[in-house]
Nanobody, 125 residues
Framework: QVQLVESGGGLVQPGGSLRLSCAVS????????IGWFRQAPGKEREGVSC????????YYADSIKGRFTISRDNAKNTVTLQMNSLKTEDTAVYYC??????????????????WGQGTQVTVSS
């Protein structure tokens, strides 16, 4: 049984940092792509980052490029999203998901098979 559990969300001031973790069980990170998504109230879900376990490549949406970093710890089967220089517009529920490791990250993000329950990130002064 595949499970993904996010943690690390919370309230932070603009310019601050948060570190989200996605604990993955039931699949190996070496054979899956793990993506981070976010959904703000009234907005569509956005795929913000992805890491490909097969090729070791990463993807960042323009909205977070240069501020967020995705990484994985194979020993812990965990994927982390380090979020720096947070802005109010980063406020959303953040989800991690797992799917097949397509070389095209956009396709991988569109075809995720397993989802976590989400964690709230609020950026506010």
């Amino acid at each position: 049984q595949v499970q993904l559990v996010e943690s690390g969300g919370g309230l932070v001031q603009p310019g601050g940092s948060l570190r989200l973790s996605c604990a993955v069980s039931g699949v190996s990170l070496d054979y899956y792509a793990i993506g981070w998504f976010r959904q703000a109230p009234g907005k569509e879900r956005e795929g913000v980052s992805c890491i490909n376990g097969k090729y070791g490549t990463t993807y960042y949406a323009d909205s977070i490029k240069g501020r967020f970093t995705i990484s994985r710890d194979n020993a812990k089967n965990t994927v982390t999203l380090q979020m720096n220089s947070l802005k109010t517009e980063d406020t959303a529920v953040y989800y991690c998901a797992a799917g097949l490791p397509y070389s095209d990250h956009i396709q991988a993000l569109k075809r995720m098979d397993y989802w976590g329950q989400g964690t709230q990130v609020t950026v506010s002064s």
